[in-house]
């Protein structure tokens, strides 16, 4: 009989089911025969120490309140650093596990993972955030803390049996900065899951009384340009439309900060934040949704990294807007317009009202994105290259690639 392979997910900065893509991850590998034990953070409403979900095994930690500074981040960072590592030992004496794959931000999970190597047990990284680049994005400087951050990243590359990139410019930073084996970095991307991520009947209610809605999903921080949207609906506002409505869906240490925005502009009428909502709700307003947003500003950090929001309206079939960042053309292509870089928040609203003005071109643009995600960036497209890297951690080989990896695992192009 042969052994069973155990494996221990760690994710710091969201609980688990509610992280899509550790979730996704966790599931598959469970269907492919894996023991899968999850370690995260207690939230989003899953507040239980201990769940069995799905046949995945869920351990939960307490944290501190989400940091929104330097020093709030160090601390919550450090604290959950504590933890994960008593929490581990006890997984590893009550489970086993011969993986860890250690999701970031932040780039210290590694250090959990040290003590086991061992009893030979192999780190997968799984690079979520270019977590350099995001302090940057975040405090715009290069102090100590962020000299710490890069430093932090080596060492995470260096201890790593396996990457698993969410993107090809990910994945070249990994084999350039972090000098990793082309053959040992795996992209996965984080596509949505088709079967459970589909359009719903739009409900009219969610327009507000407004002919048009435009929609946004995803978190509340600095590096999200949220205040550029607002920005963008004061000026449709003040160009006398009454007739759009935006609705932003989700949560996190920028959420006061936009809603008292909101109201300190007097844009209530025409703006509203949800907080984090139940997917059946998120799924209705965005099917409601006649133009969906992707605000990220024009940054480093967003240049190379991928949303998984992108995916999800482009899999609702809905045209999107969004400044003209490398990764975010590659993934959207022909189903979204794209603002210049140096106009932000009055060419993001040019763009939303151009589009809700020709409904032809939205269903067209709607049906090239859902066209592009069902051929080539659903999860199921992802499975082949996890599968493969783990293969890759367990055996020292790597097998089921699938053909675009197969291509590109010898470029460190993969596309221009």
């Known amino acids: 009989m042969s052994k069973i392979k155990k494996v221990l997910i760690i994710v710091e900065n969201m609980s688990v ?4 893509r550790v979730w996704k991850e966790a599931t598959t590998l469970r269907g492919a025969g894996y023991q899968v034990s999850v370690l995260c953070p207690r939230g989003q409403g899953s507040v239980a120490s201990y769940e069995f979900l799905e046949g995945v095994h869920i351990y939960r930690h307490p944290v ?3 940091g929104n500074s330097a020093l709030g981040f160090l601390w919550e960072f450090g604290w959950a650093l504590i933890l994960e590592f008593i929490y581990s030992w006890w997984i590893f004496a009550r489970r086993g596990f011969q993986v860890i794959q250690g999701c970031n931000p932040p780039d210290n999970i590694f250090l959990v993972a040290l003590p086991f190597k061992l009893f030979g047990v192999k780190y997968i990284f799984d690079h979520h955030d270019v977590v350099p680049e995001l302090y940057q994005s975040k405090f715009d400087r290069k102090d100590f803390l962020y000299r710490i951050q890069v430093f932090l990243e080596t060492l995470t590359y260096r201890f790593s049996d396996v990457v698993m990139a969410t993107n090809e410019s990910y994945r070249r930073l990994a084999i350039t900065r972090g000098r990793r084996d082309p053959q040992n970095v795996f992209v ?3 596509g949505p899951d088709l079967v459970k991520f589909k359009a719903v009947p739009p409900n009219p209610d969610l327009k507000y009384g407004k002919p048009y809605l435009v929609g946004y999903v995803g978190n509340m921080s600095t590096q999200e340009g949220l205040e550029l949207l607002i920005e963008a609906a004061q000026h449709i506002k003040n160009m006398g439309r009454r007739d759009v409505h935006f609705t932003c869906v ?7 900060t936009l809603r008292n925005m909101v109201k300190e502009l007097h844009l209530e009428d025409v703006m509203n934040f949800t907080g984090r909502v139940p997917v059946e709700l998120l799924l209705e307003i965005l099917s409601t949704s006649d133009v969906c947003v992707n605000p990220d500003k024009p940054c480093a950090m ?17 045209p999107i807007v969004q400044f003209d960042l490398k990764e975010g053309r590659y993934s959207a ?16 609203a040019e763009k939303i009202i151009w589009l809700l003005d020709h409904p032809e071109e939205r269903k067209v643009m709607g049906d090239r994105g859902r066209e592009r995600v069902v051929k080539e960036l659903a999860w199921e497209h992802s499975v082949p290259n996890l599968l493969a890297a783990y293969e890759r951690a367990f055996n020292g080989r790597s097998v089921g690639l699938s053909r675009t990896m197969q291509e590109n695992s010898g470029s460190e192009e993969g596309y221009s």
């Open 302 to 318: 967003n240049d190379i990294s991928t949303m998984i929001k992108i995916m999800e309206y482009m899999a609702l079939a809905k």
């Open 17 to 20: 089911p509610f992280d899509d």
């Open 250 to 256: 989700g949560g996190g240490p920028g959420l006061s």
């Open 64 to 66: 501190p309140s989400e």
């Open 188 to 190: 996965v991307r984080n």
């Open 333 to 348: 292509g022909d189903a979204s317009l794209y603002c210049d870089n140096d106009r932000l928040s009055i060419g993001l």
